[in-house]
């Protein structure tokens, strides 16, 4: 992400993004927030209070009405009249209230005396209130339908028998009230807009209920009152929001931004006498803020730190100095560690019996782990593993030391019990520090493959056999070099066939530890090896250190990551035959090529392609190399079993001739066009691996390489 760098801001960007601006605009959306949620507060006050008042006094006028109603009139005849007459009537008889043969049905009922008593009694009660109206009705559940007894409404009044839909759970409540509080249901008819309907039961002397004394009171009176209650207290709010916002940014500026500003522009002028160079400066020392709280807290502890910090740059200029001195004789110093081990790979290239590879991954800038492999013969490799106590350069200088004293051992015959027991002794003599060092040794016989080794407190190798995978060999452990001046150490014997690897290693692999303190183990650091058992020992070592880092993670390196792998192939086989270069000894060639191939197992493709390339080149050279006399052909063949390859040799002394010079034949053209010759070592060419020629000491060379 890149770094944003100081400037001063624009008139514009002050304007949208100053501190100012930014406190201007949340005491505004702080104000209109609250003034929002008091808005809600005193709504739902007042339209709670407003509307209660209209319920109650709908109940109780209900309820009054209720009582002079059942002293003047029995109202259950007339209501068991008009409930029985439509319920008795089919659904499509009820379904138009307003037709002329639906009322027929109630017509009578008008002129019953107890009809016109109790319409007398409702509305007396009506003419005196406020409500938008009062009657008698009564609800039937099973059509969802409040049936009209009597309505004393002259604009709009309801015969008996009138019936409107009304919603379920409003009948419900009706029906089923208990007696406890107000009996009322608010709704929104769409002929009426809201309303509120409040009531009381009339019950028969049974306790039946069999009619409603039911009063209406409009609640569009509420809805306009709150509206109205919205404008004045929102014009109210814009009044009020704009004088405290006011008042408030002027404060802030005051004792927040002014301050603030001042200090940015100490610390402005600060970085610029810096970057000029000005080394004694008083910018903050200048300031004189008077805030009486963290602000003026700020400005004095800046002054402080101006202060602080001009004595602190003198001292970081020398500290600085001697930090990178002592940085670049570290990284000098690990230059000429890395460089005292051997890390040009392939070690060996003109070997073929061995393979070798190894790494070191100090802890620190440089480390206290080592390994070595040198030649102490034509015949014999040694192979060093060692691990230093302690890091850092304490224990690369021990190191160094102890590294020259073995290898200066190695180079008097002994075997490598006796070596370490000269080393020890050597160590010994001059280790005032106590410091010791754990050592692998081992000297192998290339030609048979035996390995003598003796272990000095080191982490046990870790061996494959051909076909097998890699187990932990659980040699013999001697005390550490640099413990105790007359240990003796043991030798003991590894049989190396052909195909077989070591692995020897530092603890820092088996200790590598995770962010959870766990450790990479033993276990899985043979896990790891047989994860690429068949591969070289470069590929083995780039395995295992994969699956360390991906086990540590994150976690810091704690300790030297020392590795080395060796495989042992044994001497390729040479086999050499010499005849005279004539025609008739060609199919003593051939048998003596394919008896080598029979070894290795050849396939029959691999067998067919060779014997077609010995034949074409022995035949020229019993053709062509000797036109005026007789002379030897000498067939060298040379087998790797580890590498599944074979390579031929045909040498003879004739007149030099390189047949890869020959004119490649055009092979698009019928038989009949093609020229003579050419198309044998044609074949060979596309056939064979490698094909090689070279003319040395009066001799022609052809090699041929192919892998099986």
């Known amino acids: 992400m890149p770094k944003k760098s100081v400037r001063e801001m624009t008139k514009r960007e002050r304007i949208r993004h100053s501190l100012s601006s930014r406190i201007f605009r949340f005491v505004l959306l702080g104000s209109v927030l609250l003034g929002i949620v008091c808005l809600l507060i005193g709504l739902s006050l007042y339209t709670v209070?407003?509307?209660?008042?209209?319920?109650?006094?709908?109940?109780?006028?209900?309820r009054n009405a209720s009582a002079v109603l059942s002293k003047a009139a029995n109202t259950e005849p007339l209501s068991r009249d008009v409930m029985n007459r439509y319920r008795a009537l089919s659904e499509s008889e009820r379904a138009d209230p307003s037709s002329e043969s639906y009322k027929a049905h109630f017509a009578d009922l008008t002129k019953r005396e107890d009809y016109k008593m109790i319409l007398s009694v409702l509305s007396d009660y009506r003419q005196s209130s406020d409500v938008y109206d009062i009657y008698l009705a009564m609800y039937d559940i099973d059509t969802d339908a409040m049936v009209y007894i009597a309505d004393p409404d002259s604009n709009n009044p309801y015969e008996p028998g009138a019936w409107e839909s009304v919603r379920h759970e409003g009948i419900k409540k009706f029906l089923e009230w208990d007696g406890t509080g107000m009996l009322y249901d608010i709704g929104k008819p769409e002929k009426y807009g809201w309303m509120c309907t409040s009531g009381v039961p009339v019950r028969s002397r049974s306790g039946e209920v069999t009619g409603f004394i039911l009063a209406d009171v409009t609640l569009n009176n509420v809805v306009s009152g709150m509206w109205s209650f919205v404008l004045q207290y929102f014009v109210a709010l814009l009044l009020v929001i704009a004088l405290f916002g006011f008042l408030l940014l002027r404060y802030m500026k005051k004792t927040v931004v002014k301050p603030i500003d001042d200090i940015t522009a100490a610390s402005r002028n600060y970085s610029a006498d810096k970057k000029a160079g000005v080394q004694n400066t008083a910018h903050f020392t200048n300031l004189d803020i008077r805030t009486g709280d963290e602000i003026e807290n700020l400005a004095l502890t800046v002054k402080e730190m101006e202060g602080n910090l001009q004595d602190y740059e003198k001292n970081l200029t020398s500290i600085t100095a001697e930090k990178q001195r002592i940085h670049?004789?570290?990284?000098?110093?690990?230059?000429?560690?890395?460089?005292?081990?051997?890390?040009?790979?392939?070690?060996f290239p003109d070997r073929d019996e061995f393979d070798i590879y190894a790494s070191m991954i100090p802890a620190k800038e440089v480390g206290g782990d080592f390994y070595d492999f040198f030649f102490i013969d034509r015949d014999h490799l040694a192979l060093v593993i060692a691990d230093v106590s302690g890091k850092g350069i304490p224990a690369a200088m021990f190191m160094v030391m102890a590294k020259g004293i073995i290898e200066t051992q190695c180079m008097s015959g002994s075997t490598p019990a006796q070596i370490l027991t000269e080393v020890n002794r050597l160590i010994c003599a001059?280790?005032?520090?106590?410091?010791?060092?754990?050592?692998?040794?081992?000297?192998?016989?290339l030609r048979s493959g035996e390995l003598?080794?003796?272990?000095?407190?080191?982490?046990?190798?870790?061996?494959?056999?051909?076909d097998s995978n890699f187990?932990?060999?659980?040699?013999?452990?001697?005390?550490?070099?640099?413990?105790?001046?007359?240990?003796?150490?043991?030798?003991?014997?590894?049989?190396?066939?052909?195909g077989s690897k070591l692995f020897v290693y530092t603890d820092g692999v088996a200790e590598a530890t995770d962010a959870d303190e766990k450790m990479f183990g033993l276990e899985r650091t043979v896990a790891?090896?047989?994860?690429?058992?068949?591969?070289?020992?470069?590929?083995i070592l780039e395995t295992v250190d994969a699956d360390v880092r991906e086990f540590v993670g994150d976690a810091e390196q704690f300790d030297d990551l020392t590795m080395m792998c060796f495989a042992y192939y044994g001497?390729?086989?040479?086999?050499?035959?010499?005849?005279?270069?004539?025609?008739?000894?060609q199919p003593q060639v051939t048998a003596f090529v394919e008896a080598e191939l029979n070894a290795m197992d050849c396939s029959?493709?691999?067998?067919?392609?060779?014997?077609?390339?010995?034949?074409?080149?022995?035949?020229?050279?019993?053709?062509?190399?000797?036109?005026?006399?007789?002379?030897?052909?000498?067939?060298?063949v040379k087998t790797d079993r580890q590498k599944t390859e074979i390579t031929v040799t045909l040498i003879d002394s004739g007149i030099p001739f390189d047949p890869l010079q020959a004119q490649e034949p055009d092979i698009t053209l019928p038989t009949h066009q093609r020229k003579v010759g050419g198309l044998g070592i044609h074949m060979v060419k596309n056939s064979m691996d490698a094909v090689d020629y070279e003319y040395k000491d009066g001799q022609n060379v052809l090699t041929i390489r192919k892998k099986l």
Request: a positive charge.
């Open 49 to 62: 209070a407003v509307a209660r008042q209209d319920i109650s006094t709908a109940f109780n006028l209900s």
């Open 328 to 347: 670049t004789e570290l990284t000098l110093a690990n230059k000429i560690q890395a460089d005292m081990l051997p890390n040009i790979f392939p070690a």
């Open 430 to 445: 001059k280790n005032r520090e106590k410091m010791f060092v754990t050592v692998w040794l081992g000297i192998v016989d």
């Open 452 to 466: 003598i080794a003796a272990n000095a407190g080191h982490e046990y190798p870790i061996l494959k056999n051909p």
């Open 471 to 498: 187990e932990v060999l659980k040699d013999k452990h001697g005390f550490v070099i640099g413990g105790f001046e007359r240990i003796r150490y043991k030798d003991y014997t590894i049989r190396m066939q052909p």
């Open 528 to 539: 790891a090896l047989n994860k690429a058992k068949d591969k070289s020992p470069q590929i």
């Open 571 to 585: 001497a390729p086989a040479v086999k050499e035959l010499t005849v005279p270069a004539r025609i008739d000894r």
């Open 604 to 636: 029959c493709s691999g067998r067919s392609q060779i014997n077609i390339a010995i034949d074409e080149l022995f035949g020229n050279i019993a053709s062509y190399a000797y036109p005026d006399s007789e002379g030897n052909a000498t067939v060298r």
